[in-house]
């Protein structure tokens, strides 16, 4: 029997089941390593050297060198693992959220201020009208 | 014989945290949530538990994607604060009740809960942020905690309807033991909140409204929302909310509201704080 992905059909949402599992394991257990203080600062001197020692692919080798927040996610990434590399460069997850989704740091915030991103159009890929209900 | 007096629901924003840590309560950003923790934290020091309770998920700190409790119980005597990717936060080291957890490990196991058991784990913000919110800023916390995890990081999580079971276990196992404690619950994450992807910053107050008095009004049919209708209306990361079911099983059917409050945003969150007490025993 195969569990129903029925989640798929959200728009903009990388739910990490088993097949972002298999895919993601080693970049997230990179991820994992800088919970070291040393490990942080061995990362943050040479970057790439550092990489070596995790088996990453070249896709997910290049979306954490360029910062690729989004992504990390389209190569297996898990949020809570991949906001650990924000963290080393002194960002939170709000400011990685903004990036995400394509919109300016004074944006985001300003949305969230106003109430967050409404589920009305967000629900279902495809959606298009933002006011309309389709719950 | 021990009892569960009453829960408390309770999101655990890091950034809460952080506002806490870095003295940041009293900005015009922060105050309006802060405000209104300060009425639970009278409820809770005039309460004062002997003990709690607190089911929470670890994010990457204590455990890795190596090994993936879905359910865990500590028993050891004392849990360090983790280092989460900046810094352990400073606040208190958590100490420990080996014998209530212990014998709730036990009993959970013999009830057909299968059960993880760690004897030596860091906590994160799923733990702290929690206490701080309700307990402040002590020099220690003021009562033991048993961290209980629950695995919501990599899909699937336990259901709703399986995590409101285990606390119905929790319930008979804590009435099973041989001390008069009083013991209060906790069920965190949450609400609404998504934080990944291009649809972050998700946030859907009639959703969380609604979970709110349903955790009154019809708890069972709470148990009955699909991780899939967690994801779409309450973003990605609102399925934390399965946490809540865990405490809400472990009080009585008929346990009653004596506080909420619910606050747009908290970062990327709708933080919701609710306090539920059981009846008074007959």
Not at chain 2, 247 to 275: C, F, K, W
């Amino acid at each position: 029997m195969t569990a129903a992905r029925d989640y798929d059909s959200i728009p903009g949402t990388y739910v990490y089941d088993s097949r972002r599992g298999r895919e993601g394991y080693a970049l997230n257990m990179f991820c994992m390593s800088l919970n070291s203080a040393a490990n942080r600062a061995r990362f943050k001197q040479n970057e790439s050297a550092y990489l070596d020692g995790f088996p990453l692919s070249a896709d997910q080798r290049q979306a954490v060198l360029q910062r690729d927040w989004l992504g990390m996610l389209k190569v297996g990434g898990n949020i809570y693992y991949t906001i650990k590399i924000a963290f080393c460069d002194g960002l939170t997850f709000q400011d990685v959220a903004g990036m995400m989704s394509g919109v300016t740091k004074e944006a985001y915030a300003q949305m969230m201020l106003a109430g967050g991103r409404s589920p009305d159009g967000n629900r279902h890929k495809g959606e298009v009208d933002k006011g309309e209900d389709h719950g | 014989m021990a009892e569960i007096v009453a829960g408390i629901a309770c999101s655990h924003v890091p950034a809460i945290g952080v506002a806490m840590d870095r003295g940041m309560t009293g900005t015009p950003y922060w105050d309006p949530l802060f405000k209104g923790y300060a009425p639970a934290r009278e409820w809770l020091a005039k309460l004062a538990p002997d003990v709690a309770i607190v089911v929470y998920n670890d994010h990457a700190s204590a455990f890795s994607l190596e090994i993936i409790p879905t359910f865990l119980i500590g028993v050891a005597a004392e849990f360090p604060i983790a280092d989460e990717g900046f810094g352990p936060r400073p606040v208190p080291v958590v100490r420990g009740h080996p014998a209530l957890a212990w014998h709730l490990a036990e009993s959970l196991i013999l009830d057909e809960f299968d059960m993880t058991i760690a004897n030596a784990m860091p906590v994160d913000h799923g733990l702290t942020v929690p206490l701080s919110i309700t307990c402040g800023q002590p020099p220690a916390w003021p009562f033991p905690v048993i961290p209980l995890c629950v695995n919501v990081v990599q899909y699937p999580p336990p259901t709703g309807a399986r995590c409101f079971k285990l606390g119905q276990a929790i319930r008979r196992a804590v009435a099973a033991f041989d001390e008069p404690l009083r013991v209060v619950i906790y069920g965190t994450g949450g609400m609404s909140h998504q934080l990944q992807g291009e649809r972050a910053g998700l946030i859907n107050r009639g959703f969380d409204t609604a979970f709110l008095d349903g955790m009154t009004r019809d708890p069972l049919s709470l148990t009955k929302i699909t991780h899939t209708e967690y994801m779409r209306e309450a973003g990605s990361e609102g399925v934390e909310m399965v946490m809540w079911h865990v405490m809400r099983g472990a009080l009585d059917e008929q346990a009653v509201e004596v506080y909420r409050h619910y606050h747009v945003p908290a970062s990327n969150t709708a933080a919701g704080l609710m306090i539920l007490e059981n009846g008074v025993a007959t």
